[in-house]
């Protein structure tokens, strides 16, 4: 089992930044897979990011591309989401996910993950 918990949402101005983190714990003895994905009012579920955690590989969501950076900290047993230049359009609740697998095909399909987080709301104002 593997639990995650994400940290750093809030309110911030349009152009603004924000870094989110996701802690894991429990098996995080083992290789694994990790995505956020993020949900609008009335919305369905998104993918944003994700990342290999043995050779931190990335992908990236085209609507985030340029702008967020998706980074791990083996040591802390932590992803990060670094959001830059943020939109109205960012505003969403934010999730982390995670998969006991070292590889996942299609790392933007959120039935690919086993575990996720409770979300943290980040608001931006225009």
């Known amino acids: 089992q593997v639990q995650l918990l994400e940290s750093g949402g809030g309110l911030v101005q349009a152009g603004g930044s924000l870094r989110l983190s996701c802690a894991a714990s429990g098996r995080t003895d083992r290789n694994y897979f990790m995505g956020w994905f993020r949900q609008a009012p009335e919305q369905e579920r998104e993918f944003v990011a994700a990342?290999?955690?043995?050779?931190?590989?990335?992908y990236y969501a085209d609507s985030v591309k340029g702008r967020f950076t998706i980074s791990r900290d083996r040591a802390q047993n932590t992803v990060y989401l670094q959001m830059n230049s943020l939109k109205p359009e960012d505003t969403a609740v934010y999730s982390c996910?995670?998969?006991?697998?070292?590889?996942?095909?299609?790392?933007?399909?959120?039935?690919?993950?086993?575990?996720w987080g409770q979300g943290t709301q980040v608001t931006v104002s225009s």
């Open positions: 990342i290999i955690w043995s050779d931190g590989r990335t």
């Open positions: 996910a995670a998969v006991l697998k070292a590889y996942i095909n299609y790392p933007d399909r959120e039935d690919k993950y086993d575990y």
